[in-house]
């Protein structure tokens, strides 16, 4: 069964600072993967995703993620934190078709703060 | 522009009553989802539907109930059978997965957040 661990529930980081988000997953094969972020009370927006290929992604708002097969993780960075950034963030792995799990199974979360 | 809305926003349900929750996607996408949101516990999956007047129970199924009459819509009920049905409930959806091309993202909409009195 495919599972999504993201180990820190809570970060605080100083405005400018850098950022980086721990995802480990746990696929039998190459996984699709996926950073969303949430704001309170709102939905879930997509930052980037991998799906193969280059193992350095980019995605919006200046974030990117690097996929390493080796370590069953997908964190998430960013050189320099804005105030704006602070939400919550959700690591997720895809479905593959034929294995009958056709959702995305999400972490539990990382809630950054961002003090200024 | 196209999206998923979801209403009502807020809602609040006594004990024992049944609730639907709307969920209305203009996006033409196949597949929609329904997952449960509790802090600390992320999105955990409810019922999903990859075509029309077809749909699957998720991790949590149990005292909820969809339907899926039409591409554009996948309301779920909170019946009174759900032991805890206080949460922030959030639908999604996406094109259908179809060989490689089956990673496709999901798309959420705005959140409901039900609570019971």
């Known amino acids: 069964a495919q599972s999504v661990t993201q180990p820190d529930i809570h970060i605080t980081v100083s405005e400018g600072a850098s950022l980086e988000l721990r995802c480990n997953y746990s696929y039998g094969a190459t996984p699709y993967l996926f950073w969303y972020v949430q704001s309170p009370g709102q939905g879930l927006q997509l930052l980037l995703k991998?799906?193969?290929?280059?193992?350095l992604v980019q995605g919006i708002k200046g974030f990117e993620a690097e996929f390493k097969r080796s370590q069953s993780s997908f964190n998430l960075r960013k050189p320099s934190v804005h105030w704006s950034d602070a939400a919550e963030y959700f690591c997720?792995?895809?479905?593959?078709?034929?294995?009958?799990?056709?959702?995305?199974?999400f972490g539990s979360g990382t809630r950054l703060q961002v003090q200024p | 522009d196209g999206g998923i809305t979801q209403s009502p926003k807020y809602l609040f349900r006594k004990e024992g009553q049944n609730v639907t929750l709307s969920c209305e996607q203009n996006?033409?996408?196949?597949?929609m989802y329904w997952y449960r949101q509790d802090p600390g516990q992320g999105l955990r999956l409810i019922y999903y539907s990859q075509i029309v007047n077809d749909f699957q129970k998720g991790d949590i199924a149990e005292g909820y109930s969809v339907s899926r009459e039409k591409k554009e819509s996948f309301p779920l009920t909170v019946t009174s059978a759900q032991k805890n049905p206080t949460a922030f409930y959030l639908c999604?959806?996406?094109?259908?997965?179809?060989?490689?091309?089956?990673?496709?993202?999901?798309?959420f909409g705005e959140g409901s957040r039900l609570t019971v009195l």
């Open positions: 996006l033409n996408h196949d597949a």
């Open positions: 997720a792995v895809g479905a593959i078709p034929g294995t009958g799990r056709r959702a995305l199974t």
């Open positions: 999604a959806s996406r094109v259908t997965l179809t060989g490689t091309s089956g990673a496709g993202e999901l798309f």
């Open positions: 991998y799906f193969s290929g280059d193992t």
